[in-house]
């Protein structure tokens, strides 16, 4: 069965014509960026698979990586990258693998931790967020001969550039292949602190865009988003997403000028997308350091917590949208928006629509990042913690609906059992709950819909044809709070998750969903639960879906593929209503986006196996590659 049914020719037309509006190409066959197109869609035109007949999908390959550790609850999240019918991957501890896209047989292999690479005798610098990958950028000069190039960022802070062909890094690109990136920052010494990316880079007309995962405290190494010549490795520019003394935005930080140094987070490390024909990059950043406590940096503190676009050539700001003021509650914007297209009064709009921790959907205009539906400044609570001063209003779309739980109330809590819920209830005495954005407390605040969201890295995917945006969220409560010192300041208490006396969550389910949503109507075309808890499941409560990480991608035979729930089921979806068509268990959680592109004329869905992370399911070491019998 080829690519095609005949009758999609015209679809194939539509859909050319669309990424090219998007700033982006159409891949037919391959997978080349972490979106597939640059713009984040996740979409895909291949329909081999499809509807009718992916109930009969199976293995056709399988591979394993040799570094997985379940003793240290590792995890695979990278999204394998396709191109000219090589599969590219990264493994638990950052190894670059490419593979046959067909059969799964290792063609080369990088390893950045081995010698002579591993940082050239240097004491070794600490890998920011554990040391996890999710994946590499790729570049072609588009000569049938001419240069190809894998780009990986390290966790623990550097930029390497490798031949895509056999796996040797670059000789004319930093030096010898590697760029590191701790001494592009001069005004803090970086040696013993968390600093490196975890989200593979962006490619943008000849510049490498870059965040970073950094500390979250407070001193902490900058995150600053920074663009480096594709070909030499030399950095072009650097962005201050924490306004310095006399840059626009300065104002809203506190009146003096030693705010910024020292000053961690409002990092874009969740990644970028891209529009390549107006050389924009987008992003959305995190919150500023220290989460949870704000008393030493007091205003809305911009660029925290924004949704960034920058010119992918010299980094100037072009536009942003706070979707945050002054974060108390660590809601990061864990991805970058999606580019996609908004239809109002007949008119095609170019757009990008970000999804957020605070369960909100924002869909912007995509040259001036205005919003196309309202958003309003809601009243919010103020702080009762000495010396801190919480935003008196945060932003609230009116469209699309809330992706997820805003508040946390009595008809909330769990009805899983009598005991379970009147525990609850007991607890909720204690507490301070109910609002939206209630900051943290002395006495502990309910944090909903969670420090994990909402939304989370896994982002959003997109299918032009029908205009819905498929995004997975969590409704998963937290307690968060601050304790007063021996010297009189205050500092955060960390995560801690709101569970019943079970581990369950305490909040009644559903505890994770996958929603369709309408970015032109600002309506939901379905909403379902993901995942199960087998246990509960037996005992007639089932369909309460699970935590979950590692996002949707959207294909054009009708289909939405995911893994991401605690049960390591990976999922395909009816994208036109939300029915499960098929799904298989995996030997540990599908924690990462899947991928699919066509090689050998048989279309492949890839995810990887590595459960562990967050969730904390056992570990897992294999990549799955699923097909249509021959």
Known sequence: MGLY???????????????????????????????NDKGGSRYSVADQINRGNVAKLQVAWTYKVDDADPARNTTIECTPIVHEGTLYLTTVRTKVVALDAATGQPKWTFDPYGEPYAQGGKAKWIRAS????????????????GARRVILGTSDGRLISLDARTGK???????????????????RDLTNEPYGMTSPPAVCNGVIV?????????????????????????ELWRFHTVARPGEPGSETWPKNDNYWK??????????????????????????????????????ANLYANCVLALDARTGQRLW????????????????PPVLCQVTRDGQKLDAVA?????????VLDRKTGKPLFDVNEVPVAASTVPGEQANPTQPMPVAPPPLAKLRFTEDDVTDRTPEARQAVLERLKTINYGGFADPPSERGTVNIPGFHGGATWSGASFDPSTGLLYVNTNNAPYIQGVKKLADGSYAPMGYSYFLDPDGYPAIKPPWGLVTAVDVSRGTFAWQVPLGDFPELAAKGYGKT???NFGGTIVTAGGLVFIGGSKDAKFRAIDSGTGKTLWEFQLSAGGYATPCTYVAGERQYVVIAAGGGGKPRTPSGDTFYAFALPR
Not at 269 to 288: H, L, P, Q, R, Y
Not at 320 to 335: A, E, G, R, S, V
């Open 5 to 35: 049914r005949p009758c999609q020719a015209i679809a194939a037309v539509f859909l050319s014509a669309f990424f090219v509006g998007c700033g982006t190409s159409a891949p037919v066959a391959d997978w080349p960026n972490p979106g």
């Open 130 to 145: 554990g040391g996890v990958n999710r994946g590499v950028a790729y570049w072609s000069d588009g000569l049938p001969t």
């Open 169 to 187: 890094p670059d000789p004319a690109f930093g030096n010898s292949g590697i760029v590191e990136l701790r001494k592009g920052i001069t005004e």
């Open 210 to 234: 870059i965040g970073c995962s950094t500390g979250e405290g407070h001193p902490a190494a900058p995150g600053d988003p920074r663009g480096f010549d594709l070909h030499t490795g030399k």
């Open 262 to 299: 020292g000053r961690g987070g409002a990092n874009p490390w969740g990644g970028f997308t891209v529009d390549e024909s107006a050389g924009i990059v987008f992003m959305g950043t995190g919150s500023a350091g220290a989460d949870f406590y704000g008393a030493d940096r007091h205003g």
């Open 320 to 335: 942003h949208f706070q979707t945050t003021h002054h974060d108390l509650w660590d809601h990061d914007n864990p991805c």
């Open 354 to 362: 970000q999804v957020t921790k605070t369960g909100f959907c924002y």
């Open 545 to 547: 879906g699970t935590e």
